[in-house]
């Protein structure tokens, strides 16, 4: 009998500091905010065509640079509030379809240098969608990164570059977020200007204008409708097509 109890302790102390163990080489392999940021830099190929944003910003002082938006790119079918044929396709599509509250953001430099995007923090109130592979919890945070962004210069100049594809998310706000897993730094990043929408009580607003060139009126949706739609979707894109 004390032979059995040794042999159980002896397994018993080997689980629990092999456990540890385990874990501590997992998180070594996790990057730091800073590779994050890094690795991120490399999603975004857009470009002004005319050079380096500091070198610009040191010739020319504060530079805003604003890209216009197709009108009409939401959804084939005109009017003020366009059916949600397109939600299917992005939630296809998309890793995950969430919603979440902004709670930080900052901006940086792509590899190329002449464009700025911006990773921000999203606290999950709601899985719409989840990643089969690496399963989210609500109450989680994630990382997402977005065109577009601000960035001050070391010698003083302000960068702005308004993405009116991307329209900034603000702190506090709560958005629905259809995206993509970046399996180089375990974050998310925003695939198509029409998968981001403003939640506010029960309507979902799309960040993507009526006009062109305009913040306001933005495309209206009822949130439950929405969110039912994309649990429907997702449903449907996880089972196979029988042939």
């Given at each position: 009998m004390?032979?059995r109890?040794?042999?159980?302790?002896?397994a018993?102390?080997?689980?629990?500091?092999a456990?540890?163990?385990?874990h501590?080489?997992?998180?070594?392999?996790?990057?730091t905010s800073?590779?994050?940021?890094n690795?991120?830099?490399?999603?975004?190929?857009?470009?002004?065509?005319?050079?380096?944003?500091?070198?610009?910003?040191?010739?020319?002082?504060d530079l805003?640079?604003?890209?216009?938006?197709?009108?009409?790119m939401?959804s084939?079918n005109?009017?003020?509030?366009?059916?949600?044929?397109f939600?299917?396709?992005?939630?296809?599509?998309?890793?995950i379809?969430?919603?979440?509250?902004?709670?930080?953001?900052?901006?940086?430099?792509?590899?190329?240098?002449?464009?700025?995007?911006?990773?921000n923090v999203?606290?999950?109130r709601e899985?719409?969608?989840d990643n089969?592979?690496?399963?989210l919890?609500?109450?989680?945070?994630?990382?997402?990164?977005?065109s577009?962004?601000?960035?001050?210069?070391?010698?003083?100049?302000h960068?702005?570059?308004?993405?009116?594809?991307?329209?900034?998310?603000?702190?506090g706000?709560?958005?629905?977020?259809?995206?993509k897993?970046?399996?180089s730094?375990?974050?998310?990043?925003?695939?198509d200007?029409?998968?981001a929408?403003?939640?506010?009580?029960k309507?979902?607003?799309s960040l993507i204008?009526q006009?062109?060139?305009?913040?306001?009126?933005?495309?209206?949706y009822d949130?439950n409708?929405?969110s039912?739609l994309?649990?429907?979707?997702?449903?449907?894109c996880a089972?196979?097509?029988r042939?």
């Amino acid at each position: 009998m004390k032979h059995r109890k040794m042999v159980f302790c002896a397994a018993l102390f080997v689980v629990v500091f092999a456990v540890p163990g385990r874990h501590q080489e997992v998180a070594a392999q996790l990057p730091t905010s800073a590779e994050v940021h890094n690795l991120h830099a490399k999603l975004f190929d857009q470009r002004t065509g005319r050079g380096a944003l500091l070198q610009r910003a040191a010739r020319e002082g504060d530079l805003h640079i604003t890209t216009i938006p197709e009108v009409g790119m939401l959804s084939p079918n005109a009017g003020p509030r366009p059916d949600l044929d397109f939600a299917k396709s992005i939630t296809c599509g998309a890793d995950i379809v969430v919603m979440g509250v902004e709670e930080s953001s900052q901006s940086f430099l792509t590899e190329s240098q002449e464009w700025v995007f911006t990773d921000n923090v999203v606290s999950i109130r709601e899985i719409l969608k989840d990643n089969v592979l690496h399963a989210l919890l609500p109450g989680s945070t994630i990382i997402v990164a977005r065109s577009g962004g601000s960035i001050d210069t070391p010698d003083g100049h302000h960068i702005v570059v308004a993405d009116l594809d991307d329209p900034t998310l603000y702190t506090g706000s709560t958005y629905v977020l259809a995206l993509k897993y970046v399996p180089s730094t375990g974050q998310y990043w925003q695939f198509d200007h029409r998968s981001a929408f403003h939640v506010l009580d029960k309507r979902a607003l799309s960040l993507i204008s009526q006009n062109k060139g305009a913040q306001e009126p933005h495309y209206d949706y009822d949130y439950n409708v929405l969110s039912g739609l994309v649990r429907q979707y997702a449903a449907e894109c996880a089972t196979p097509e029988r042939k």
